[in-house]
């Protein structure tokens, strides 16, 4: 098994992150009923305003191959574009459990 933990820290007014990361969310909680080598995943918003980042998910899937398999998936290029402009930064680690 394989987990993919991505951060991502948005551009924009509080509120404008807020909206783009709930969309965001919203999106991605579709996929593991659209994108077969997804196993699972989790999204969360930060609600502490003393720490930057915006948005953490966690996706499972069995292989690390897998990984790009899910990041080349047409729904989740869908729902990554949602982010748009928004996105200042990204950061992510991948690793078998």
Same mark, same amino acid.
């Given at each position: 098994?394989?987990?993919h =933990?991505v951060?991502?820290?948005?551009?924009?007014s509080g +509120?404008?992150?807020?909206? /783009?990361?709930? &969309?965001f969310? *919203?999106?991605?909680?579709?996929?593991?009923?659209?994108?077969?080598?997804?196993?699972? =995943?989790?999204?969360?918003?930060?609600?502490?305003?003393? +720490?930057?980042w915006?948005? /953490?998910?966690? &996706?499972?899937? *069995?292989?690390?191959?897998?990984?790009?398999?899910?990041?080349?998936?047409?729904?989740?290029?869908a729902?990554?574009?949602?982010?748009?402009?928004?996105?200042?930064?990204?950061?992510?680690?991948?690793?078998?459990?």
């Amino acid at each position: 098994m394989v987990k993919h =933990i991505v951060m991502f820290k948005l551009k924009g007014s509080g +509120e404008e992150r807020r909206r /783009v990361a709930s &969309a965001f969310r *919203d999106a991605l909680l579709q996929l593991p009923g659209q994108i077969p080598v997804l196993r699972s =995943i989790e999204v969360g918003l930060n609600d502490n305003p003393a +720490e930057s980042w915006d948005v /953490v998910l966690t &996706a499972v899937v *069995d292989k690390m191959t897998d990984v790009e398999v899910y990041a080349k998936h047409p729904a989740h290029v869908a729902a990554a574009s949602l982010l748009g402009a928004n996105k200042e930064l990204r950061a992510c680690v991948d690793y078998e459990c």
